[in-house]
């Protein structure tokens, strides 16, 4: 509330960054980032199973162990705001528990590409969501967006699957469409419900047309990141 | 080898402590824990599930986190000896999986208290062998031992949950009675297997005896532990 107004009256706005500081979207923005560390972190400990070796699941729970890295740097970030992470996080929980359900892997090569799609379309948006936000800010969503280097670990497996079968690489480029298509959704979603997340994005990009561009490079990073899987 | 022979001549024995950092015992007592955290890990995460709400959820994620912290402590700790963590782990599958196999909870409460006892007895056999090692292999074992402060969690739960209820109470000394037993039944079995690490064992504890008293002092914890939960 008191941030609230303080960011409609334009206090503590900073001129180099169009998103003060104390925005509203900023504490949902973190929120709707720290269930998505909660959900991968689930996903990724559920889906190693499909693994059929122990070092693929060992890679898997490193990965899932970076992410709740991530979650306490947010759980941290909203605590200095005086906001509790369970509360905040709440409203999100819907969208992104229909995204995983909806893409639910089935084999191994799915959740694998599935990983690495996924983290870059989140990687992709919240980044371009960055440059428009107070250096603080900016700063605890470049930290959990930091790629880890258990993606290369992904990238080999995938690469060596698709190019022995051209069955595998038909089925694995429907689903990285798909994958694209669901968070595009579920995106769309939470922007019709959260008029200050939304505001944020809105301020960060321009205008409708700076999100429809958006969007457009997103679907070239996704065509980009499809073509170094191989497929 | 190399290690082998130089511990059998006694060559870089430190006389403060039984144990030569080269005793090739040392390499299983890693992969022990090292697999050890990383079938922790997968328990927590799936038994995470049970938790009737989220902040249980994350409660148990951050520990399983920290599981995997520890498991690559004890990676760079093999590779520091030029072993590789998954060479060396294979041989403490089958007794660690049968251990979970066999102690499956089927409740959040039973799981909550099998995070709880289960670490404690693991702290409390490795603490003791941990007295007998050089320092720096001693650091080790300790720093992956480590309690971690989410175990706060675990008392609070339970001792609500059975204060408020007789027939949960009775449910769950059972239980703990259980973990300790098939948490012995493994542990021998592993020591009938692995001369090298029983080897440290008896070198660590003195003799048979000497393995009989620590089992009695684990007895001793364990019922310390059960009286913490209120169990």
């Keep these: 509330m008191g941030a609230q107004s303080s960011a409609a009256l334009g206090v503590s706005f900073d001129p180099t960054s169009p998103i003060a500081a104390d925005h509203p979207g900023v504490t949902e923005l973190f929120a709707v980032l720290a269930y998505g560390e909660i959900s991968a972190f689930y996903r990724l400990a559920e889906e190693a199973k499909l693994s059929p070796t122990l070092r693929g699941k060992v890679a898997v729970a490193k990965m899932a162990s970076a992410e709740m890295d991530h979650?306490?740097?947010l759980e941290a970030a909203l605590a200095d705001r005086g906001i509790d992470v369970f509360d905040a996080m709440a409203?999100?929980?819907r969208a992104l528990d229909a995204y995983h359900a909806s893409t639910d892997p089935s084999t191994w090569l799915e959740s694998m590409v599935k990983f690495y799609v996924g983290d870059g379309i989140a990687a992709d948006f919240y980044g371009e969501i960055a440059g428009a936000?107070?250096?603080?800010?900016a700063a605890v969503v470049r930290d959990v967006l930091a790629e880890t280097s258990h993606s290369e670990f992904v990238i080999e497996e995938v690469r060596r699957?698709?190019?022995?079968s051209r069955s595998q690489r038909d089925r694995l480029t429907?689903?990285?469409r798909r994958l694209l298509g669901e968070a595009i959704t579920q995106a769309q979603y939470v922007m019709a419900q959260r008029d200050e997340l939304t505001d944020l994005v809105l301020t960060a990009t321009g205008d409708l047309n700076g999100i429809a561009a958006l969007f457009e490079r997103m679907q070239d990073s996704h065509a980009k990141r499809m073509a170094v899987l191989g497929i």
Excluded at 133 to 137: A, E, H, T, W, Y
């Design 71 to 73: 979650f306490k740097t």
């Design 133 to 137: 936000l107070s250096p603080d800010v």
């Design 174 to 176: 429907l689903w990285g």
């Design 161 to 164: 699957a698709v190019s022995a």
């Design 91 to 93: 409203p999100f929980v």
